[in-house]
């Protein structure tokens, strides 16, 4: 029950995160988010088995937030791909470090990985409806800026914005909107939840807000068929999801084509 009450809370995190990383034109920074919130996660599973317990949520916040403020650092030498590939690659070598030493714990890391669509609980309802409610605060209140950013950096920048202030809130709405939905979504399939449907609602719309809502009704029927199949069919709800989001833009990709 919880999951049919999440999925459209899931549905709006995914289209206000995943319209920033599209329109930011850093996608992959969705997936180096995820592995990222993943090395927090396995820190947090591995402190919990030497008795140190701590929530996996706030670890995995504090990790996805510190490591894409990282790869937006490295970019500054590079591209911002390569600085996303680096700092990421950083932390799934500490994620898979923590889970090597975390004998027993395999089951629990798994949800985080491929996702648990069907078997969220209250706790996961209540962390995503506290993410949402804090990106809709900071995307409102920063939307004027967001958005002058994202389609005209140098612009914004010789206006007197705080291009760094700016670019650090799109990587912050990122990392707490992907760690929210990690364990529905699952770290691996997470790319292809956030992104495909802001990419396909981007290639129809003729304004951000029309992106915003095409992205939520795309991504809140790939949750929705994912869970019809899934209780017919005994296939993760997170994996057919991710299929379907997929299948609909390489399908959209070859029409405009």
Not at 150 to 160: I, N, T, Y
Request: hydrophobic share 65%.
């Amino acid at each position: 029950m919880d999951s049919i009450f999440a999925i459209p809370l899931i549905s709006a995190i995914v289209s206000i995160a995943g319209n920033l990383a599209v329109f930011r034109k850093a996608s992959f920074l969705i997936a180096g988010v995820a592995h990222s919130a993943l090395a927090g996660v396995a820190l947090a599973i591995f402190l919990a088995s030497i008795s140190i317990e701590l929530d996996y949520f706030l670890v995995a916040t504090l990790f996805a937030i510190f490591f894409a403020l990282l790869a937006t650092t490295f970019s500054k030498f590079s591209d911002i791909d390569t600085g996303i590939g680096v700092s990421f690659a950083l932390a799934m070598a500490i994620a898979v470090i923590l889970i090597s030493l975390t004998r027993g714990y395999t089951a629990k890391l798994w949800a985080f990985l491929f996702g648990e669509l069907f078997l969220m609980t209250e706790k996961d309802f209540l962390y995503i409806s506290i993410a949402l409610v804090a990106i809709l605060l900071i995307f409102g209140f920063f939307y004027d800026k967001l958005i002058f950013f994202l389609f005209d950096p140098e612009g914004a920048e010789a206006s007197g914005i705080n291009t760094r202030l700016i670019d650090a809130i799109v990587v912050a709405i990122v990392a707490i909107a992907v760690v929210a939905v990690i364990r529905a979504v699952g770290a691996i399939l997470a790319y292809s939840i956030f992104v495909a449907p802001s990419a396909v609602a981007k290639k129809f719309s003729k304004s951000v807000a029309q992106s915003l809502i095409y992205s939520f009704l795309i991504t809140l029927i790939c949750l929705i068929l994912g869970l019809i199949v899934s209780s017919a069919i005994p296939i993760s709800a997170s994996a057919i999801s991710a299929f379907i989001a997929s299948i609909i833009y390489l399908l959209v990709a070859i029409e405009k084509s």
